[in-house]
């Protein structure tokens, strides 16, 4: 990718292994995560695709129950603790925060790089309980599966786990410092993009849930390894216990990984439809009041492990108010569409794939809420449909709209918009064919983590095999039409989308620190509506030299 | 970008602003590990209160007052080392901090007694030693040793990073500009306060709630 061209951009900075492996500038540091979480989406997706492909018949004909158990296993720890956790925040965030602030770099730019040597270290452990025999206690490591009972390699796992942790608490703490103190003169709160709302509320949770998932799992390997009974009622522990204490972590850690998604899109929508954000503060304020309300709701992880009925009624409750200011962001999306100049570009297609795909997956979430309904669907296929939904109709949805709209930034090239346009909607098509037969095994009463079903299933599943088939299709695509324009692709100029943020008003790609002059905000973010000035139509900022 | 450590500051005032808030957030992720641990404890506790009674009087109250003294001292001459460092006052307070390095090194090896003893009279339920106990109920009393040392060594460890920072910053004292031993010092002090925080709260709640 080095020529003549990239000269004065970050990417013509050195392209040995030293120049890219000792870099403290986020634009790279936020590649090297693109290209490590891309390896776990894929590895973590290949296990997706086996299960599928076993579930395809009743009878269990192509792995063992216990090689199934472990599949599972993996697939859900690679996706969820190495993938999904960092997925939006650690590329497109590392990329697009200082850009989209006007600051030259993260507060801590060591610190940064440190976070992925961090990450990939701790998932060396988790790559090597995957080589010597895979873990077979789920990607929730429910005690006394993980502890008494457990046949895998549950330590090695989960202190990988834990390590990530730490990348994730650093990443965190360096997000929240930087949108602190580093926003360009003029950039005050209520101009932010709300990308960058999003990643603050969603560092804010990362580093006040992740210790406690951290305390958890030391726990655990303390009683793995040093005999420490606190989950064990044989030494006077107690399981439950796990419970609640994995749950106040990743109850809030679903909202880690959808919130920097409805950041993502709160930048496309307004974008390809050239109309601002509809209700800016109510949105802004609505991520803040997602990242709270979901320290409260762990409970309703447990409506049926015998926790308290009145402590369920209040999870129950709860639960249901996040539902509030989820649907205020959906409905002021939808109106952001009204009487707009809609373009269907492909980070518009994938944004509004995520919009259906989002609320679909949300309104299920009301069902499961409820606590008598939930004991009918509790660990049947109705909840995994709901969080894949959520999680991969919604968040993978979102990271592909977001890669899409910033790719031209990110590098200098322009990529063929049909394949993209293509690869979306066969995502769409691929995604609604997995996921929603399983809304209906879930609702008859199949249950999860089986490898085996009555044959009267096998409808179901074999639609939701096919549609594997089809998701992977639309997942591969990117991967040769987004490479192929690294190499192949027209140059992109500065703003192709015209669109307003400050990340959009640099050269494309940016230049080693960003900005060649600091820039002065005089307007607030999404000013698409502006009369009167043809000149810079959709640039609302002027540059200025810094004082 | 002069006097500064990281690209993105104009001033090394704005950076030091940064590195306080920085630390105040991760203080922030501590609490909530400590918090969590703290919480285990509580149920624990409310669930068998009298055989945590009995235990800890097992635990040694001399020893454990003795560490309680030594590292509030310790926070003292922390904070007599930021006092000194923000009257530019360097050698004195290399010496300040150096004090507080120590005791913290006092600390860690009477905590080594400590344990020495508890392991030695079978109180120790951890790396399959044989637990040994007469009183009333020792299935509980066995977690709530195995509680004591899971906390106490989780605070151990987080004292041990402390010094070696400290350790760290003193070896690196003299290629650092006066602005960056400055804020160095302020951040490692909130920090090294923060663990004693801890420790005031791990004393009472192990040693003296139940006496």
Redesign the interface.
């Known amino acids: 990718m080095t020529n003549a061209a990239m000269q004065g951009t970050y990417l013509g900075e050195g392209s040995g292994p030293r120049a890219w492996l000792l870099t403290?500038d986020h634009k790279r540091v936020a590649w090297l995560y693109l290209i490590s979480l891309t390896g776990f989406f894929f590895l973590g997706g290949a296990m997706a695709v086996l299960m599928r492909i076993e579930l395809a018949t009743p009878a269990g004909d192509l792995v063992s129950d216990d090689g199934y158990n472990r599949l599972f296993s993996l697939h859900g720890i690679i996706m969820v603790w190495f993938f999904l956790v960092p997925s939006i925040p650690a590329t497109l965030g590392n990329f697009l925060l200082?850009l989209m602030i006007g600051?030259?770099?993260?507060?801590?730019?060591?610190l940064n790089l440190a976070s992925w040597y961090v990450f990939i270290f701790g998932s060396l452990f988790a790559l090597f309980s995957v080589v010597a025999g895979g873990v077979d206690t789920g990607w929730t490591f429910y005690t006394p599966l993980s502890t008494l009972y457990a046949n895998g390699w549950v330590s090695t796992a989960a202190f990988g786990v834990f390590i990530v942790g730490f990348s994730t608490?650093m990443t965190?703490?360096?997000f929240?410092?930087?949108v602190?103190?580093?926003r360009a003169p003029g950039l005050t709160w209520f101009r932010l993009p709300i990308f960058v709302w999003t990643l603050y509320a969603t560092s804010l949770v990362m580093?006040?849930?992740?210790?406690?998932l951290?305390?958890?799992l030391?726990?655990i390997v303390?009683e793995r390894v040093?005999?420490?009974?606190?989950f064990n009622p044989?030494?006077?522990?107690?399981p439950l216990?796990f419970q609640h204490?994995f749950w106040?972590y990743s109850h809030p850690a679903v909202y880690i990984m959808i919130l920097p998604g409805m950041g993502v899109v709160s930048e496309v929508l307004p974008c390809f439809s050239r109309r601002p954000l509809f209700g800016y503060k109510a949105v802004a304020i609505s991520s803040m009041a997602i990242a709270v309300f979901g320290f409260l709701v762990w409970g309703h992880h447990m409506f049926v492990s015998g926790q308290s009925a009145y402590a369920g009624v209040v999870f129950s409750f709860l639960s249901f108010c996040v539902a509030i200011p989820s649907a205020i962001k959906v409905f002021n999306w939808s109106l952001t569409l009204r009487k707009g100049e809609i373009s269907f570009e492909t980070p518009m297609l994938y944004a509004l794939f995520f919009l259906a795909l989002f609320t679909f997956g949300g309104l299920a979430g009301l069902f499961l809420a409820a606590l008598a309904v939930d004991v009918h669907l509790h660990d049947t296929y109705f909840v995994i449909a709901h969080f894949h939904y959520i999680m991969v109709g919604g968040m993978v949805t979102a990271y592909m709209a977001g890669l899409h709209f910033w790719w031209p930034k990110m590098t200098g090239r322009m990529y063929s918009e049909t394949a993209g346009r293509i690869a979306a909607t066969v995502t769409f098509v691929g995604f609604n064919l997995t996921f929603f037969p399983q809304y209906m095994l879930g609702f008859n009463g199949m249950p999860r983590r089986y490898h085996t079903y009555p044959p009267e299933f096998q409808f179901w599943h074999v639609l939701s095999s096919a549609g594997a088939v089809v998701l992977a299709v639309g997942y591969l695509m990117p991967l040769f039409y987004l490479g192929l324009s690294l190499f192949r692709g027209a140059r992109a100029p500065d703003n192709p989308w015209h669109a307003t943020g400050l990340e959009w008003q640099t050269s494309s790609p940016p230049p080693p620190?960003n900005f060649k002059t600091m820039p002065v905000v005089t307007r607030p973010a999404y000013a698409y509506d502006m009369k009167g000035l043809e000149h810079e139509r959709f640039s609302p900022y002027r540059e200025e030299a810094?004082e | 970008m002069s006097g500064t450590e990281s690209v993105a500051f104009d001033t090394p005032q704005r950076e030091q602003r940064a590195d306080t808030l920085a630390m105040w957030v991760f203080i922030g992720s501590e609490a909530m590990l400590f918090g969590g641990i703290f919480l285990v404890f509580l149920i624990a506790h409310i669930d068998s209160g009298t055989a945590f009674a009995a235990a800890s009087k097992h635990l040694s109250l001399p020893l454990g007052t003795f560490n309680t003294a030594v590292l509030i001292t310790s926070s003292f001459t922390m904070a007599l080392a930021h006092t000194l460092a923000l009257q530019r006052r360097w050698r004195a307070t290399v010496w300040a901090l150096a004090a507080t390095s120590l005791l913290g090194i006092c600390f860690l090896v009477v905590k080594g007694i400590e344990y020495s003893r508890e392991i030695s009279e079978g109180l120790a339920p951890v790396l399959g030693l044989q637990f040994r106990y007469a009183g009333p109920d020792p299935k509980h009393a066995e977690f709530f040793f195995g509680l004591y040392f899971a906390m106490t060594s989780l605070h151990a460890l987080h004292l041990i990073g402390g010094i070696i920072v400290i350790a760290g910053m003193i070896a690196l004292w003299r290629t650092a500009n006066p602005d960056n031993r400055l804020h160095r010092v302020e951040a490692i002090g909130l920090y090294w306060h923060f663990v004693d925080v801890v420790w005031v709260f791990m004393f009472p709640v192990l040693y003296l709630i139940n006496r």
């Open positions: 403290t200082p600051a030259r770099d993260l507060a801590f730019p060591r608490i965190g703490i360096n929240i410092v930087t602190h103190t580093l580093v006040l849930a992740t210790p406690v951290a305390a958890s030391i726990l303390l040093f005999g420490i009974g606190i044989d030494l006077g522990g107690a216990l204490l106040f620190h810094a």
